[in-house]
């Protein structure tokens, strides 16, 4: 009978620590996903969050710099933020592209991302104007280096 109530209460504990730990875990894991003017909008609410912005590359702001640091402008709604990026990027990340980046809003209209996700170019049904689907060339961009428009690269 003893082993039995060992057993009972071993399974009792480890069914109450699996049950913490999922809920922990969807807790912990949460990402706020919102278009660009949204973020800015509610920029004070998610401060030190990690977050996730949706938008639009605007042509001419990438700037590439060695194999995994790129800056670039995104825009929804007419809000704009400067985005900061280390990483791989996306073989469809270019001018126009719907992009998701993750990260943190640093400073008004500066977004430090950690992660980026570029839609796949057949997506891109109604592109803004000025918006073409040619691929970005590394170190090219109509603003790269300029001193009235300097970047964190």
């Known amino acids: 009978m003893e082993t039995r109530n060992i057993i009972f209460v071993v399974g009792l504990l480890l069914a109450g620590g699996l049950l913490f730990f ?21 920029q004070a609410e998610h401060a030190g969050q990690e977050i996730k912005v949706q938008g639009n ?11 995994d640091k790129v800056s670039f402008e ?3 709604n007419g809000e704009t933020v400067d985005v900061f990026y280390t990483g791989p990027r996306p073989d ?7 992009v998701i980046v993750t990260g943190k809003l640093s400073s008004e209209r500066s977004f ?11 997506k891109y049904d109604d592109l803004p104007g000025g918006c073409d689907s040619r691929p970005v060339d ?10 009235s428009n300097p970047k964190k690269y």
């Open 112 to 122: 430090d991302a950690v992660d980026m996700i570029a839609k796949c170019p057949s």
């Open 57 to 67: 590359v605007v042509p001419g702001s990438i700037i590439v710099k060695g194999d």
């Open 74 to 76: 995104l825009t929804k």
């Open 92 to 98: 469809t990340f270019k001018d126009c592209a719907d």
């Open 22 to 42: 999922v809920i922990t875990s969807a807790v912990d894991d949460s990402v706020y996903m919102m278009t660009v003017d949204k973020a800015v909008s509610e």
């Open 138 to 147: 590394e170190g090219t961009a109509a603003n790269a280096g300029s001193e």
